[in-house]
């Protein structure tokens, strides 16, 4: 069973800093490409970027974020960092970790996704 738990949310002010962690259990995380995703209120959850297990990173939301956040691992410790500066109102969202593409599993009727339960991001301005 796979166990994503995200950490290091808060509120801060424009311009401030936050380190997210996420530790991963139940998954091979070494050999697996990790996400960090985001999901804003009223919209859909988007990838922001990823690592892959050698930490070739790249980010999909590279305009928005470009030079401002940095995603690394650390494979002794199973888990995925998010390290965002210069944080502004527009990044205030909900911030999750996954394998990319997401952990799935069955259901014994489906296939679903395995999600943790996030942490909440709030920039004011």
């Known amino acids: 069973q796979v166990q994503l738990v995200e950490s290091g949310g808060g509120s801060v002010q424009a311009g401030g800093s936050l380190r997210l962690s996420c530790a991963v259990s139940?998954?091979?995380?070494?050999?697996?490409?990790m996400g960090w995703y985001r999901q804003a209120p009223g919209k859909q959850r988007e990838l922001v970027a990823h690592?892959?297990?050698?930490?070739?990173?790249?980010?999909e939301v590279e305009d928005s974020v470009r030079g401002r956040f940095t995603i690394s691992r650390d494979n002794a410790k199973n888990t995925v960092y998010l390290q965002m500066n210069s944080l502004k109102p527009e990044d205030t969202a909900i911030y999750y970790c996954?394998?990319?593409?997401?952990?799935?599993?069955?259901?014994?009727?489906?296939?679903?996704?395995?999600w943790g339960q996030g942490t909440q991001v709030t920039v004011s301005s």
């Open positions: 996954n394998s990319h593409p997401p952990h799935t599993y069955y259901t014994g009727s489906y296939y679903s996704e395995s």
């Open positions: 139940g998954l091979l995380f070494s050999i697996n490409t």
């Open positions: 690592i892959t297990s050698s930490g070739v990173t790249s980010f």
